[in-house]
């Protein structure tokens, strides 16, 4: 334990420099940016991150800058920016008067497993007003690496160079990896103690506290450190939030240690007091009403035997938000329905000719036909029954060989067909029997499909969701009526995903994926959700089957959990362990 004075040794509970300038611990997504679906590929759909990363980082020996005292050190993070320059896209709160910072500030990445993700870490004594970084900072040294080398080796400690390569001294960066792709949720909590020690003689202590978890090793990695409350010994910190990877990496039993400290200008923080922990513990106690811990000094303790604390530290509030994955849901029971939409327009060519589009070819599939497979042996696997709904368009039809733009393939009252090879087998047997003619109109699909959400969307249960695969040759002759429709549907359980068929410019159907902006009705409504991935064919057609399902099923994942989120339904084997629909919260 530490003793009265804490001192600068990076990685233990004494070395601490001053709290976090900065009261909200968040960090913004380090990265967003979308990409092409293959490799070769043009504009396509955003390759889903692997995972998401939080960065937690350490200086040691820094280089001391000011003359009459030391560094206040802080980190920028830098990523590729144009013409071969770095961008910041975020920074750690400044650590006052320490050559040794563990910095509090978590930075969060996503991370793409086929990329090369270049990062640059740069180290400055800071001078601005506040702790904002300002030009007159100084370069206490810099470091480059990939985001691959950290994760694989989860700890990576390197020499800050200064410009044109030179060691900073025997000063070192150290940067730790944790994967966060499999948090649950995250906590919101508020700390607050009572008659804690005064360590100051002419006025009272100024008060912060610090949040260690125990990791694996035996070693304790700071999780969160609030304000300083000044000349104040009953302080009240402010509430913040914690994923619960971050605070106990999703274990609600790993042990959790608080350390108070009374804050010195010159970065000796007095040592107050330390209590233990765990996350299961603090629910029940919080529960209970009995969520306060007595806040001790082990060496005033070994002295004294009348001592009984150095104040209390109490756990004011406790809500818990719990955050359900794509795979939280369909193991929880949610069923994927998939309806398939074919294009019968004449602009496919006769299916007798070897050019159309609708050729059947016993040796080569038509784009038509891959396409549908691909995607729909993803889709069978998430549906008990197997059955998938087959419907046409654009198309003259029997008995009457009137043009429908929603008829079933199978040309039975019972539009569904067993499992993707008997959609296949539908469509081989309907393209003899139906005259191919047009519009291109998809709007009347889409409101059917509608239709059977939104009756879904009644059972507030998350139990169905339905996607519907639309495989189309041309730009589609309805847009205002079909952007009328998706606005409609964003707001129920249902994913739209169109594949452009052939060599024609879709350009304007790019207008309906609102990966560029937000898709509107004619009338202005916006989208409440962006559920349409549009894919031109001939981008992948070189590509594996897998490779295009993936590619094609990209954000059907997370249009499914911003569904049942934005709801705030919870899978349905959670429904009646949580009582109501909605995050839990304790009590």
């Known amino acids: 334990m530490p003793g009265d004075s804490a001192q600068e040794q990076a990685g233990g509970p004494g070395a601490r420099g001053a709290p ?3 009261a909200e611990p968040a960090s913004p997504h380090a990265s967003t940016r979308g990409g092409p679906c293959a490799a070769g590929a043009g504009r396509g759909a955003a390759g889903p991150a692997v995972a998401r990363v939080e960065l937690r980082l350490s200086c040691r020996h820094l280089l001391d800058r000011d003359p009459l005292t030391k560094s206040d050190p802080s980190v920028a993070l830098l990523q590729p920016a144009a013409q071969g320059r770095w961008a910041q896209v975020d920074r750690t709160e400044v650590v006052r008067r320490s050559l040794n910072p563990v910095f509090s500030k978590v930075f969060t990445v996503d991370y793409y497993f086929e990329e090369v993700q270049r990062l640059r870490f740069e180290v400055y004594d800071t001078h601005g007003p506040g702790g904002l970084a300002c030009d007159g900072d100084d ?4 470091m480059e690496c990939t985001l691959g080398q950290i994760v694989a080796q989860k700890k990576m400690t390197r020499p800050l160079l200064l410009k044109l390569g030179r060691k900073a001294g025997k000063s070192t960066i150290t940067v730790i990896a944790e994967d966060i792709s499999g948090n649950n949720g995250y906590v919101e909590l508020s700390f607050q103690a009572r008659n804690l020690d005064d360590k100051d003689l002419f006025s009272k202590s100024d008060p912060f506290l610090e949040l260690f978890r125990a990791n694996e090793d035996g070693s304790e990695q700071l999780v969160y450190r609030t304000e300083v409350v000044k000349n104040n010994l009953s302080p009240v910190w402010e509430p913040f939030k914690l994923s619960l990877s971050s605070l106990c990496s999703c274990e609600e039993t790993r042990p959790l240690k608080g350390l108070v400290w009374d804050h010195d200008a010159r970065g000796k923080h007095d040592f107050i007091g330390a209590f233990s922990t765990t996350f299961e513990e603090m629910q029940a106690a919080f529960t209970q009403g009995q969520a306060q811990w007595d806040c001790v000094n082990p060496k005033y303790q070994q002295k004294k035997r009348s001592y009984k604390n150095s104040g209390v530290v109490v756990l004011a509030d406790l809500k818990l938000h719990r955050v359900h994955s794509f795979l939280d ?11 398939v939409a074919i294009d019968f327009t004449a602009s496919n060519g006769d299916p007798r000719n070897s050019c159309s589009l609708h050729h059947i070819d016993p040796h080569q599939p038509n784009e038509y036909l891959r396409a549908l497979v691909a995607v729909g042996e993803v889709c069978q696997d998430y549906d008990s ?7 046409g368009f654009g198309a003259r039809i029997p008995p009457n060989y009137e043009v429908s733009h929603d008829f079933a393939i199978n040309f039975s009252p019972d539009d569904e067909c067993e499992g993707i090879q008997g959609v296949v087998e539908a469509y081989q047997n309907c393209l003899p029997r139906v005259q191919l003619y047009g519009p291109t109109n998809v709007a009347p699909i889409i409101s059917k499909v509608a239709r059977m959400a939104a009756a879904e969307e009644h059972t507030g249960e998350a139990s169905q969701y339905y996607i519907l695969l639309i495989l189309t040759d041309g730009v589609v002759t309805d847009m205002a009526d079909t952007r009328e429709a998706i606005v409609r549907a964003s707001h129920l359980p249902m994913s739209i995903i169109i594949v452009g068929v052939g060599n024609a410019d879709f350009t304007d159907m790019q207008v309906l994926d609102g990966d560029d902006g937000v898709l509107r009705s004619p009338r202005g409504e916006p989208a409440l959700r962006d559920i349409v991935q549009f894919v031109p064919f001939r981008e992948l057609k070189n590509a594996s089957p ?3 399902a993936k590619c094609v099923l990209a954000e059907v ?5 911003e569904y049942y989120s934005h709801k705030e339904l919870p899978p349905r084997s959670l429904g009646t362990q949580m009582g109501e629909a909605g995050p839990s919260t304790v009590p």
């Open 139 to 142: 370069f206490l040294g810099g």
């Open 546 to 548: 897998a490779a295009l």
């Open 20 to 22: 976090a300038e900065e």
């Open 385 to 391: 029954d197997k059955r998938f709904s087959a419907l």
């Open 557 to 561: 994942p997370r249009q499914v959990v």
């Open 329 to 339: 849901y369909i193991m929880g029971g949610c069923q994927i329905h998939c309806t």
